[in-house]
């Protein structure tokens, strides 16, 4: 799935396994306890991208969202 929300549900209720980086998942509450396993240091960094169509209305919170997140990565 691509909803971190309903993977990590999914493995809360017994589904299977998730691989998810520590920050999103510190903001999680799954319904049902979790086992988590660290597999050390990221060897690669994460990408992370902010995509929306080109010429489209974007609100005062995106835009702001947006800036944050250039002066963050």
């Given at each position: 799935t691509s909803n971190i929300s309903a993977a990590v549900?999914?493995?809360a209720d017994g589904?299977?396994?998730y691989f998810i980086t520590a920050s999103h998942l510190?903001?999680?509450r799954p319904s049902k306890k979790i086992a988590c396993f660290s597999i050390g240091e990221?060897?690669?960094p994460i990408d992370f991208v902010v995509a929306y169509r080109?010429?489209?209305y974007l609100s005062y919170y995106e835009k702001e969202y947006i800036n944050i997140v250039k002066?963050?990565?």
């Open positions: 549900e999914l493995v589904y299977g396994a510190k903001h999680l990221m060897a690669y080109k010429g489209s002066k963050f990565f």
